[in-house]
Every structure is written in structure tokens, then in C-alpha cells.
T-cell receptor, first 110, second 116 residues
Framework: RKEVEQDPGPFNVPEGATVAFNCTYS??????FFWYRQDCRKEPKLLMS???SGNEDGRFTAQLNRASQYISLLIRDSKLSDSATYLC???????????FGTGTRLLVSP | GAVVSQHPSWVICKSGTSVKIECRSL??????MFWYRQFPKQSLMLMAT?????????EQGVEKDKFLINHASLTLSTLTVTSAHPEDSSFYIC????????????FGPGTRLTVL
């Protein structure tokens, strides 16, 4: 089983749509969780950290369910510029390194 | 925010040659730097973790004699791909972490290596 699993997509949505991405992780001892965004042929950029109580940043909402080892990202009112690959990232306990999911590709069309 | 640069941004080389990639933290001191590799349509795979002044820790399956890492200062780490072969063609990305923020990593823009 992969340490971090994501649906690869692609998710094709029209502008203005709401879209949700899910991610599961295998190590119950993980403590830090993130969503990164990666554009084609570019480096990943931190979108937001994910906290146990859930957190929101503008149109983006992240949720964490530790019992189910499940992380989600909700994007409201999708923009064309949201088209990218979204990477679910989890820390590897004891090793102080990050483990990346394979990413979910989002395509927002006019 | 913290800025990490990489040089070169892309390189094309002949099979059998060695290529050096530099990773610099521009406005902070990076006690730890990480080197990743990303093949097309795949996620980032950690190759090695480099702590300033000590030997790098390589992930399983990564040849330390082929991928030489040097982290001689708090702002510079280098990755040298020795005797490169076409299968080494990939997107190499470094990241840097400060001592106070154990999980936040700042990524460089990546280096695209093509070995002919």
C-alpha cells in the first residue's frame, strides 16, 4: 500500500464549480499534512497546511480526519487559474521528511 | 517568503558525462536540504536528505556513488549526477528547511536534465 494515495483524475470542471479532492495516508503516526499545487513543469508550491480542526483560505478548505486517515481539499468557485496538479503531502514520523502523493490533476474549463 | 534557487534550470548532456546541479537558499539558512526526482506523470520521489556539514542520507534504491551530494554551507547544496545515462533524464528538485520549522520545505524551481 502506498503511503499517500490520491485519485489521479483528471477532474474536468467548468468555471465556478466546486470540486473536492481526497487523500488517504497509511501511517497513523503522521502529524503534519499539506496540500501543494504543482503546475506543469514547475516545482510544487505550498497551497495550505491542514489542521485537525479544518482550515480555510479563501476559496480553499482543507479537512483532516485522523480516525479515517483521510485528508480533503475543497475548491469553491473554480477559476481557470486553478488548473494544476494538487499534491497531498504527509510527514514521515521520525524521519522528518515529506511523502508526496501522486497528485490529482484539475482542469477548469471556460 | 523563503526563496530557493537552482542552477541550471535545464541541461542537456551526453551519456557518460557528469552534471552538477546547485541549490541555494537565498534569504535563510538551510540546515537541511532535500533532493527529489520526478519522472513524467509521477510524483516527487525523495532521493536524499542532506544536513549541512555531514554526509547525506540516501533513500533506498538511490546509488550514493552515482548521485553525489555535498552540503558544504548553510546556503548551498550540490547534486552531481555522475556518468549520466538516458534513464537519469528527469526533473530534479531541491528543497530547503530551516532548523525552526521542521516540516515546512521551500522548493527550488527544479532542473530538467536530459541525457542523450
Amino acid at each position: 500500500r502506498k503511503e499517500v494515495e490520491q485519485d489521479p483524475g483528471p477532474f474536468n470542471v467548468p468555471e465556478g464549480a466546486t470540486v473536492a479532492f481526497n487523500c488517504t495516508y497509511s501511517n497513523s503516526a503522521s502529524q503534519s499534512f499539506f496540500w501543494y499545487r504543482q503546475d506543469c513543469r514547475k516545482e510544487p508550491k505550498l497551497l495550505m497546511s491542514v489542521y485537525s480542526s479544518g482550515n480555510e483560505d479563501g476559496r480553499f478548505t482543507a479537512q483532516l480526519n485522523r480516525a479515517s486517515q483521510y485528508i480533503s481539499l475543497l475548491i469553491r468557485d473554480s477559476k481557470l487559474s486553478d488548473s494544476a496538479t494538487y499534491l497531498c503531502v504527509v510527514n514521515s514520523p521520525g524521519f522528518q521528511k515529506l511523502v508526496f502523493g501522486t497528485g490529482t490533476r484539475l482542469l477548469v474549463s471556460p | 517568503g523563503a526563496v530557493v534557487s537552482q542552477h541550471p534550470s535545464w541541461v542537456i548532456c551526453k551519456s557518460g558525462t557528469s552534471v552538477k546541479i546547485e541549490c541555494r537558499s537565498l534569504d535563510f539558512q538551510a540546515t537541511t536540504m532535500f533532493w527529489y526526482r520526478q519522472f513524467p506523470k509521477q510524483s516527487l520521489m525523495l532521493m536524499a536528505t542532506s544536513n549541512e556539514g555531514s554526509k547525506a542520507t540516501y533513500e533506498q534504491g538511490v546509488e550514493k556513488d552515482k548521485f553525489l551530494i555535498n552540503h558544504a554551507s548553510l546556503t548551498l547544496s550540490t547534486l552531481t549526477v555522475t556518468s549520466a545515462h538516458p534513464e537519469d533524464s528527469s526533473f530534479y528538485i531541491c528543497s530547503a528547511r530551516t532548523s525552526g520549522r521542521t516540516d515546512t520545505q521551500y522548493f527550488g524551481p527544479g532542473t530538467r536534465l536530459t541525457v542523450l
